[in-house]
């Protein structure tokens, strides 16, 4: 196949997105072999081509057409989209689906034993940063005047080195934070990481292959909380069993041999099913309760 007739995705090269990344593209289906230069996956049954780079460098690689789609923290995304409408260019990626891992926020910490009083008495201060265009905005939304200090890494100990009064950083556990003596103050912005994709016409040939592949990515997200119910019921209990049902739509029912009073009820629930909500349908009078994985699901 022509080389330009290949999709390219763009991930994280090695960092926390990284992992997640590829295992969501292999459980799409996809089947890679790595460059000798580690830079570039290469789908052997995909004609998609998988960038790794640096994640700050995901959005501008979508922006610039090198790259058709990107997995990248929605932190990155939206601090590049500020940035390139603070220089009046048109952000040119946009945000199709958002993924169940790379979970952090963007928090002010104050120093232990420094009071925090609201975003007011921000003002006058020094805010260490990577994120000086979601802080700004963040400010700006409340009024508040502070001096953004954009720094490239190394935020947490800033405060220590006498460069700025608080920082303003990703936290996902807070450990970070309390080994560094500071504490969170406010959430500037919560994220996880979601998949871009350039709002550009796509050649026809790698069109198909964008959808497919972004369906599948949709299918494998929904099935990874999907479990597969199968229960009998009395038929007078079903009203009260379908409300048990976490997140199902239209459940199978089925008749049972030898009995007009019980059914069988089929039902995919697109949520996780607890052990909580087994007890409550046997409390309603489902018996046989079988709970299934789903593999794979193509709506
Ligand atoms: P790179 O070398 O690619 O620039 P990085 O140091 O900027 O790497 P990582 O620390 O690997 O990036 O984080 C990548 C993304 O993971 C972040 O942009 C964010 O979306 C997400 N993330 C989740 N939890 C955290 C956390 N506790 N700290 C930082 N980022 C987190
Ligand atoms: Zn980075």
């Not at 290949?6 to 997640?20: C, E, F, H, V, W």
């Not at 069993?241 to 009995?259: D, F, Q, W, Y």
């Not at 059914?263 to 697109?270: D, I, M, T």
Request: aromatic share 4%.
């Amino acid at each position: 196949m022509d080389k330009h007739l290949r999709l390219k995705l763009a991930i994280q090269k090695s960092g926390r997105l990284t992992d997640n990344s590829l295992d969501l593209l292999v459980r799409c289906g996809l089947k890679y072999s790595r460059g000798k230069d580690q830079l570039l996956c290469f789908g052997e049954n995909m004609p998609l081509d998988v960038l790794l780079v640096r994640d700050d460098d995901i959005p501008d690689l979508v922006q610039e057409d090198v790259c058709d789609l990107g997995i990248v923290g929605q932190n990155v995304v939206e601090e590049k989209r500020l940035a390139f409408e603070a220089r009046g260019i048109s952000p040119l990626f946009d945000v199709v689906t958002t993924l169940d891992y790379g979970r952090c926020r963007l928090c002010i910490a104050v120093p232990d034993g420094q009071p925090y009083q609201g975003a007011a008495s921000l003002a006058g201060k020094r805010i260490a940063t990577t994120y000086p265009n979601i802080l700004t905005r963040w400010l700006r939304d409340r009024g508040v005047e502070a001096q953004v200090v954009t720094l490239s890494g190394a935020v947490e100990i800033a405060p220590r080195l006498g460069r700025a009064d608080l920082i303003c950083d990703l936290v996902s556990t807070g450990n970070t934070l309390t080994a560094n003596h500071l504490r969170e103050a406010e959430t500037v912005l919560e994220s996880q990481a979601v998949v871009i994709r350039t709002p550009k016409p796509i050649a026809p040939e790698k069109r198909d292959w964008l959808h497919r592949l972004l369906a599948r990515v949709d299918g494998v997200q929904q099935v990874k909380e999907s479990k597969y119910i199968m229960l009998h019921a009395p038929r007078e209990a079903l009203p009260m069993i379908a409300r048990l049902l976490p997140g199902s739509e239209h459940p199978t029912i089925v008749p049972l041999e030898g009995t007009d009073e019980k059914v069988a009820v089929h039902a995919v629930c697109r949520e996780n099913v607890f052990w909580e909500t087994l007890e409550a349908l046997k409390a309603a009078g489902a018996s046989a309760i079988l709970v299934l994985p789903v593999e794979k699901m193509l709506p």
